[in-house]
């Protein structure tokens, strides 16, 4: 087994790590600073002056997938990116994932990835048009309106939104929420999860429509926080949809095609954000070993401490397995496709925010009462990677899946 990158793959790694070395570590409390100054909801001004520098340096819409990927509509139509791997843009999001807001700078963060990932395979010739070119350019921003509060969501067929035929129109009435990147004044269009049958199969009453943001009846409601977090300028909305009237050619697929549509998305999506969370833990892990060696408690640097030796090595030992994982799914998607890779997909997603959290954790605990305060980034990074254990689906769903995979090799 051959664990030697290629030359492509470190190419555009290096180039990514060299970009955010240059131009972005260096400007992170510049970045923050001008959040906390202003309208927390306007975009920064930052990111926005380095997109164009991504994008002359060929930074650009890193994750979209080889080929045309025009799975269900005209071959002759085509929006590309970079044309990665999964494998190769998992290094590149890697290192995205140290700083949270470099993964906008390639226009590669979420939940645009995945939402150009449907554009792209599923949407017409007319929907790409509209939206995908636009959202590839970095002129809009967009949502994806999956989960419900008044149910629980992490089984989709649980979900109340409904879309009514009336006419050339559909009519939608429901309530969605943790609706990320509504925040955002560029965000234009949602694509939005309800019922068009109530009465077909289970997994055939779903469908997927595009609503935008500015049709009447489209209210957002409130912005959530994450353990006191409003992530500005992106944010989680609730957003309430009461009859909200849109023209049927705005359905994406057809009527019954949205948890279809729905696998089609959240599998690459969950391991994009497994990627960066790699990312985000070696961020920690060099934060809490600078501070282990600068600090001295009890007569001795807290590094010679045997308790933080136990905790330094666990920590390198969990990053290390995982990062193999998650370039295993990488791989394996890459070669088989993404329903062949769908266990280790659901593996990593399970294991890298745990991952990550207990070391995010540690540093915390490295720092004292600098850790638990806004002087670092370890605060943020542990509230916004918690989310990762309910995102793209809670881990007692992947654990489910996981496990049934495991009995079936023994059932009698």
């Not at 025009?70 to 044309?83: C, I, K, L």
């Not at 843009?89 to 939940?111: K, Q, T």
């Not at 948890?259 to 961020?283: D, K, N, S, V, Y």
């Not at 408690?297 to 030796?309: H, L, N, P, T, Y």
């Amino acid at each position: 087994m051959d664990f030697t990158l290629s030359d492509r793959e470190t190419h555009f790694r290096d180039r990514v790590k060299a970009f955010i070395d240059r131009h972005i570590a260096p400007r992170d409390a510049e970045y923050h600073a001008d959040i906390a100054a202003g309208d927390r909801w306007a975009p920064s001004k930052l990111i926005e002056e380095l997109k164009p520098r991504a994008r002359e340096a060929g930074l650009w819409n890193l994750f979209m997938p080889p080929h045309s990927g025009q799975v269900h509509v005209d071959d002759s139509f085509a929006f590309e990116g970079t044309q990665l791997t999964n494998l190769e843009y998992a290094l590149c999001a890697e290192e995205m994932g140290r700083i949270h807001w470099a993964s906008e700078v390639f226009n590669c963060s979420a939940p645009d990835t995945g939402n150009m990932e449907v554009f792209h395979r599923y949407g017409s010739r007319d929907q790409k048009e509209r939206w995908l070119g636009p959202l590839m350019d970095g002129a809009i921003r967009s949502a994806f309106l999956m989960t419900e509060p008044a149910v629980a969501s992490s089984d989709a067929t649980n979900i109340e939104t409904a879309m009514v035929r009336d006419g050339d129109d559909y009519v939608i009435n429901g309530r969605k929420w943790w609706s990320s990147g509504t925040g955002d004044p560029r965000c234009k269009v949602a694509i939005v999860m309800g019922k068009t049958d109530p009465e077909a199969k289970r997994h055939a009453q779903q469908s997927m429509i595009l609503v935008p943001l500015d049709t009447p009846g489209v209210k957002i409601e409130r912005m959530l926080s994450v353990y006191g977090y409003d992530h500005a300028p992106h944010g989680h909305g609730e957003v309430v949809l009461e009859n909200v009237r849109v023209p049927a050619s705005n359905l994406l697929l057809g009527e019954g095609r949205g948890f279809e549509i729905a696998q089609g998305r959240l599998g690459p999506g969950r391991i994009h954000h497994c990627m960066r969370t790699i990312g985000t833990a070696e961020m920690a892990i060099e934060l809490m070993a600078k501070r282990l060696l600068s600090r001295t408690a009890f007569g001795k640097r807290i590094a010679d401490q045997s308790v933080w030796e136990q905790r330094i090595a666990r920590a390198r030992i969990d990053i290390e397995m995982t990062r193999l994982l998650c370039l295993k799914a990488a791989d394996m998607m890459d070669k088989a496709g993404n329903k062949s890779a769908q266990l280790e997909i659901a593996m990593i997603k399970v294991q890298a925010p745990m991952m990550a959290l207990q070391l995010l954790d540690d540093a915390i605990q490295a720092y004292g009462g600098a850790g638990v305060s806004g002087d670092t980034p370890l605060a943020g990074a542990w509230a916004s990677l918690r989310t990762l254990r309910f995102a793209d689906g809670p881990d007692e769903v992947h654990n489910r899946a996981i496990a049934r995979a495991e009995f079936g090799k023994y059932a009698v």
